[in-house]
């Protein structure tokens, strides 16, 4: 029998928080690093006290539980702060480093995918790294070109590192949980244009497994596969389409690596069609790689082309109706299932 | 002062033989590598560090396995200084199933955890921030262990160094950046690539040591080490030591070297660090010139048969491709 957990009513942001404060007191070794993740370190009347929390408020609270030396402030020195995780979860530490923006992957790329990406591998199976990298994705605020992308199709295509994208706060705090005890790398993207979304969230410390993609509404007449922030904009869409008749069925990955293959392939083979949506860039994505996936063993199940709903090839703007325009809305996913029914 | 007189040499027998015999075994290691590299055995890029052996030796026979050490593309002699299993690493060069990596490594990217060596590393700079990961896993564990940070002259122009000293002097971290300046990176020379006259100055930025030390006096950069292991175990924190040192072979093999003469290498040679040190045990009635021989005939003769084993050993099946990747997925 399995009893459901009783649930309350959080944001996305205090879901992550709350998945922090738990996988610390439950193991010693895991520590907070980043940018202002307390901030006002050595301020006299902040020693046990954080100035902002990180800069969204995330992990707000918890120097005051952990201490300075379990929540540490890092310089803006991101090749620095992300390898030394890396360094120190391979001898011994779990730590969670956050890495402000995704944008930001450019000053720090090395330390991820060619240090402890690789290291498993290279070292022959004898050695682990277990460090979770969160950071922030996503357009919608006008934060423009280099504090806005998604780019989790990059870390996706790379061995060796694992890609949680939650969608939802309940999601978020069971993925990050898992991700943390996780003995890989890992990135975990929160989508900042979430963090003050609501819904129910279970008590208690249970993970929710990396690799299980989450149908978050049931359909038989199309497969809506969105990520992160557009689980929503999809679900808006399939209540528009559900008004014309058409049962959309909406399936969150909820991790691109490992990706749930079969929960896709099923959705397909029973509704016959499939729309992708992603805020990421068009080319070599996640969104391609789900069309492949689908193209290469799922072909005989189609009725009609698979369909792509991204981001347009360009960097995001910063003007509030470019960004609008950038971002895959409700009434263009609605506009791409209608093509194919 | 010539090399091999400074101090240090009030260590025991027993620990002055084994600095020894460790030398004799990387640069034995090296010239069979270039020799069975020229010959074929070893596919891929190799770079020897015969001619720095006093750098590697100085420093990890100050350390145990509860200490660790990154390393850099020119790996070997910090393989075998920190005491990596020399059979698997002849077998991981050649990319053998035995080797310590079961060939999926290779000479760049040799790696014991277990013994405290978090890996050769094939990006210059690459290994910094990492040993203040590990500087800070003894930290935050107390284990009381350090962390020694190895690069060359051309790692000190990389944003890795400058981010990871001055992590490393804010958090007060036991590591010990090493610098092994052998004057070249690559086939530019450091007086061209570097704005420093001394490395060790850059310290000055961080406000933590900086100390320059003839790299091939191994008993130099022992007592060099000895301070800045004792510092970092003290809680005091990191240091930076700038090991002028010289590279007998190119920067990999197949390099022509047409970027230094014949008379610079001769020079260097000259003050080879393992006869200099060889001279001195002698000298000094530590050991006599049979016991040496004998170490040396014995460094040979176990390489050798690590080589008949490498070449014996079966290559990894194609299916090991696909492991190792992640511990679940």
Known sequence: MVVEAATRTMTYQQAINEALRIAMREDPTVILMGEDIAGGAMVDHLINDDAWGGPMGVTKGLVQEFGRNRVLDTPITEAGFIGAAVGAATTGLRPVAELMFVDFFGCCMDQIYDQGAKFR????????????????????????????????????????????????????????????????????????????????????????????????????????????????????????????????????????????????????????????????????????????????????????????????????????????????????????????? | MSAATAGAIDLDRETLLSMYERMVQIRTFEDQAGTNFAAGLIPGFVHLYAGEEAVAVGICSQLSDNDYITSTHRGHGHCIAKGVDISGRVAELMGKSTGVCKGKGGSMHIADVEKGMLGANGIVGGGIPLACGAALTAKTLNTGGVAVCFFGDGASNQGTFHEGLNLAAIWNLPVIFVCENNGYAEATPVRYHCSASDIANRAGSYEIPGVVVDGLDVFAVYEAAREAIARARRGDGPTLLEAKTYRFYGHFQGDQVTYRTADELDSYKKRDAIVSLRNALIERDIASEEELSAIDSRVSAALDQSWVDAKAAPFPEPEETLTDVYVSY
């Open chain 1, 121 to 341: 591998y290279m070292f022959g199976g004898k050695a682990r790294c277990p460090v979770t990298i969160r950071t922030q994705i996503g357009a919608g605020l006008s934060a423009a070109g280099q504090h806005s992308g998604c780019h989790y199709s990059v870390f996706t295509h790379m061995p060796g590192i694992k890609c949680v994208v939650p969608s939802t706060p309940a999601d978020a705090k069971g993925l990050l949980l898992s991700a943390i005890r996780d003995d890989d790398l890992v990135m975990f993207f929160e989508n900042k244009v979430l963090y003050g979304s609501k819904g129910e969230v279970p008590e208690g410390d249970e993970g929710i497994p990396l690799g299980k993609a989450d149908i978050k509404r049931a359909g038989d007449d199309v497969t809506i596969v969105a990520i992160s922030r557009m689980v929503n904009q999809a679900l808006i869409a399939a209540e528009t389409l559900a008004a014309e008749g058409i049962e959309a069925e909406v399936i969150d990955p909820r991790t691109l690596s490992p990706l749930d293959d079969e929960t896709i392939l099923q959705s397909v083979a029973k509704t016959h069609r499939l729309v992708v949506v992603d805020e990421d860039n068009p080319r070599c994505s996640a969104a391609t790689d789900i069309a492949a996936l689908v193209a290469d063993r799922g072909f005989d199940t189609l009725d009609a082309p698979i369909k792509l709903v991204t981001a347009p090839h360009t960097p995001v703007p910063f003007s509030p109706p470019l960004e609008a325009f950038y971002v895959p809305s409700p009434e263009r996913i609605a506009d791409v299932v209608r093509e194919i029914m």
